[in-house]
């Protein structure tokens, strides 16, 4: 029963993984590799370098800018989607008017593909035509160059990103507000207990579980949120919002010759560094009591 998902996995995951592995301890790029030019075969002439790669990497200081903005890019969107999607889920778990409606209408970002959706923002983000600027014109403000800054870039990025996350968030965290007994609120309602308090003894470790779950999970896709990234500004103006994600694809399909071994190693440190996030973070929630 289980041997068709192992295979499944072992050839989506598990191949892809062991030879991104292998390429990473390799020298192999563009002029190296196996490859078919007309009837002509080539074979790969690339060779093992060890952890060469790695130590280069490091040793880089490319590497900790995009850590850093990394960090910087995934702490922002997780944290402002977590506390927009509570705000919203606590105000759509009440009883008004039209609520359907409105869960509907915060969960399209959710529905639309991210591509389509990261287009139309580049067309509201745009500097001479875009919606956004046109507003502002009507109010005397100067327009902004949206994308073609590296501070409003980034805050751009991270404001269509969370855009986008909400609907997740909201979503989790309304099937875990719902999960919660109404008693409990109405017996700290009749002991006098306010909102305020209701929301932090109650609400709040009542969606620990959920909460623990989305914020890592949240936090491993933004790491590597490829499509936001590379489509709104390409990792530009310069190289601003570039992420580890987007320049290990720039190593192995946009620069010549293509780099495939050291784009490789990006891709496993990217993974490493992910692993060591996901192991604390399971051990703090076990701590907390908070076992999954």
């Not at 030019?37 to 080539?42: A, L």
């Not at 923002?121 to 035509?129: A, D, G, I, S, T």
Request: with cysteine.
């Amino acid at each position: 029963m289980v041997a068709p998902v192992v295979v499944v996995i072992g050839v989506i995951i598990g191949y892809p993984l062991v030879r991104g592995m292998y390429l990473s301890t390799t020298n192999a790029d563009e002029a190296n590799v196996e490859r078919t030019i007309g009837v002509n075969h080539i074979p790969a002439t690339y060779e093992s370098v060890g952890l060469d790669n790695y130590t280069a990497i490091l040793e880089d200081g490319v590497f900790w800018d995009r850590l850093s903005w990394t960090l910087i890019w995934t702490v922002s969107c997780v944290a402002l989607s977590f506390a927009i999607g509570l705000t919203l889920a606590n105000m759509l778990n009440r009883k008004l008017a039209g609520r359907s409606l409105y869960r509907t209408a915060l969960i399209l970002p959710w529905a639309v593909p991210a591509f389509v959706s990261v287009f139309t923002w580049r067309l509201l983000f745009n500097e001479k035509n875009g919606l956004f600027n046109q507003l502002l014109a009507g109010g005397g403000i100067d327009a902004i160059p949206w994308l073609n800054d590296p501070t409003w870039a980034k805050i751009s990025v991270i404001a269509v990103n969370v855009w986008l996350g909400v609907p997740f968030m909201l979503v989790a965290m309304l099937g875990g507000l719902q999960s919660i007994p109404s008693e409990l609120y109405e017996a700290a309602e009749m002991d006098g207990a306010s909102p305020w308090q209701r929301f932090r003894n109650i609400t709040l470790p009542g969606l620990r579980s959920v909460s623990s779950t989305v914020v890592l999970l949240s936090s491993i896709w933004t790491f590597n949120m490829f499509p936001v990234i590379f489509l709104l500004t390409r990792g530009g103006p310069g190289d601003s919002t570039e992420i580890l994600v987007t320049y290990a694809y720039r190593l192995s399909f946009v620069v010549s010759p293509r780099d495939f071994a050291s784009s490789a190693a990006w891709g496993v440190l990217i993974l490493a560094l992910l692993s060591v996030f996901a192991i604390v973070y399971r051990r703090a929630l076990r701590k907390q009591g908070e076992v999954w």
